[in-house]
Each structure stands twice: as C-alpha cells, then as structure tokens.
C-alpha cells in the first residue's frame, strides 16, 4: 500500500519554519505523497466547518497516515465516530486538555473515542507543554490505549518552542520501510 501522508494543523496553523512544514517538505523530497492543507479560519477555528473540509480532504486524497499536531488532535477525536476509514498510522502531537479554549470553544468538550482508526497509533507529548501537563498526557494515553513519546521540554511542541524540525516524526513516519530495506 502506498503511503499517503495527511498532515493536521492546529490553532493558527503551522507555517515555516513549523516542524509539520519542515516534515512535509522531507516526506515531497522523498517522494512521499502528502497533504498540507490550510484549515478554514485557522484562527477563529469552528468545529463542524474543519470536520466537512477534512472529511472532504479525506475523501479526495485517501491517506494512509495522518499527522496531528494540537487542535487537530481534538478534531480527529471527533470525527472518528463519522468516518469508515483505517489509517496504518497516525500521530498525534502535543494535544491539549479537555477544557474550553476561548479561540476554538466549539471543540470543547471532546470525546475519547474507542477506536482511532488506526493500526499504530503514537502520542508525543512534553513534560512542560502549557495546554497538556505530564500527568494529563499519561491520562489520555491510558485511556487511548496507544504509546507516547515524552519529549523533554519541548513546551507545545511548534515553532515557539524551538521546534522548527522534529526528526522523530520522520523517522518514525519512514520506519516501516526501512525494516523492510534491512530485510
């Protein structure tokens, strides 16, 4: 199967020199197809106008991985309840706590959802991120039953944090494909 890499951004999206745009210029020149797209309102985001352009984008380009990072978190735990999708991958980056953010209240409160559509599913999260405590962050993996790397004071993990590459996500992206070159 062919991989296809949807890549989520969160609250005010996340330009250059962002580590989702940093990751999606690695994956276009390793011939990876993948999709950036620029979420409606990214500032002033709405819940049901990010679920419909999503579930369109989803629709139209059939990733096989998607990479999340903050907002786009919550929005991929409220669409798993609407799509009849099974990704090999997903990654979720730095999500935030369940309690109103006044920029995105619609996204508030969300779900845990049962099933994230996913066979490999990883959480990276920060031991000092400012929307996602430690201890939150073990909570949340526990109830979604997945693994999480801790990054040690990676703050949000973005650009403001010093986050204008993030390897691992490559890596962990790629790491399938070069067990299998080692074969």
């Known amino acids: 199967m062919e991989k296809r890499v ?9 330009d250059f020199p962002h ?3 940093h990751l999606t210029r690695d994956l276009i020149e390793q011939n990876t197809p993948v999709s950036f797209p620029a979420l409606p309102n990214r500032d002033n985001p709405n819940l049901e106008e ?7 984008e989803i629709e139209h380009f059939k ?3 998607i990479v999340c990072h903050s ?17 090999k991958k997903l990654m979720l980056v730095a999500p935030v706590r369940n309690k ?9 409160p969300y779900p845990i959802p ?11 999260a920060s031991t000092n991120d400012p929307y996602m405590n430690v201890e939150e962050a073990i909570r949340l993996q526990s109830k979604l039953g997945v693994g999480m790397k801790l990054l040690e ?31």
Request: charged share 25%; net charge negative; hydrophobic share 40%.
């Open 63 to 65: 990733p096989t991985i």
């Open 50 to 56: 990010w679920k419909a352009y999503v579930k369109a």
């Open 153 to 183: 004071e990676a703050g949000h993990i973005n650009a403001d944090s010093g986050y204008g590459k993030l390897d691992c996500a490559l890596d962990w992206l790629n790491r399938e494909e070069e067990c299998e070159e080692n074969r």
């Open 6 to 14: 949807l890549v989520l951004h969160g609250l005010g999206g996340s």
């Open 100 to 108: 109103e953010l006044e920029e995105a209240k619609t996204f508030f």
């Open 114 to 124: 049962s099933n994230l559509k996913s066979e490999e599913v990883i959480i990276a």
């Open 19 to 21: 580590w989702q745009a």
């Open 71 to 87: 907002l786009a978190n919550i929005l991929w735990f409220h669409l798993c309840e609407e799509l009849d999708i099974n990704l």
